[in-house]
């Protein structure tokens, strides 16, 4: 898909599931048709209409690029879990490379549905950010052109060994998700362009 038109991609999934899914979408290639500042790479992607047999996907460009290749994600019960976030970051100055990283608490409504079977409760969770959708945002000179999330992690919740979070330190105030505050806990970088 290109240009600077919604585009509503109808996704059906068969008689894959039992319950009503959950649903994201993840960006697996793009191109812009200029290296020029001046031509952002800009889009949303609003999810809606999910129900056992499908959903439909919309992409909403604010800027032209040349094409923008996604790839849906659905699943059900507690072996993939998948949730489409939004946040926005502000620039805390620009230094025209890396800036240091900090912790941002993610808006997640839905952080009540992470549930797990209470019968086979895992000892370690993977938790990970995926970028679906993406808008450059100018603040005086400064241009984000790059964004890493991870997971906010510490020894006392993070298991190096095996590379998954400890299932005791996942949910509650305080910890990873937080289902009474709504948030999930990230670490981010930005990366500044003068121009």
């Known amino acids: 898909m290109s240009g600077q038109y919604p585009a509503l991609i109808t996704v059906s999934f068969g008689s894959l599931f039992t319950i009503v899914p959950q649903v994201s979408a993840v960006m697996t290639g793009i191109s812009n048709p200029s290296a020029d500042l ?35 994600v659905a699943a059900q019960g507690d072996t993939l879990q998948v949730f489409l976030l939004s946040a926005s970051l502000t620039d805390t100055g620009d230094d025209g490379g890396y800036h240091y990283p900090a912790t941002l608490n993610i808006s997640f409504p839905d952080a ?21 959708s993406f808008s450059a945002i100018q603040s005086g000179v400064f241009q984000y052109d790059e964004v890493a999330l991870q997971p906010y992690l510490n020894s006392t919740v993070f298991d190096a060994d095996h590379g998954y979070i400890l299932y005791a330190s996942l949910l509650g105030p305080g910890n990873l998700i937080d289902p009474v505050g709504g948030t999930l806990a990230v670490v981010y970088w930005t990366h500044g362009t003068t121009w």
Not at 51 to 64: D, H, R
């Open 38 to 72: 001046d031509n952002y790479i800009a889009w949303n992607v609003q999810i809606e209409g999910t129900s056992l047999t499908g959903t439909t996907i919309t992409v909403i460009p604010s800027a032209n690029f040349d094409y923008l290749k996604l790839k849906w």
């Open 112 to 132: 009540n549905q992470v549930q797990f079977d209470p019968n086979n409760l895992p000892s370690g969770v993977v938790v990970f950010t995926i970028f679906t």
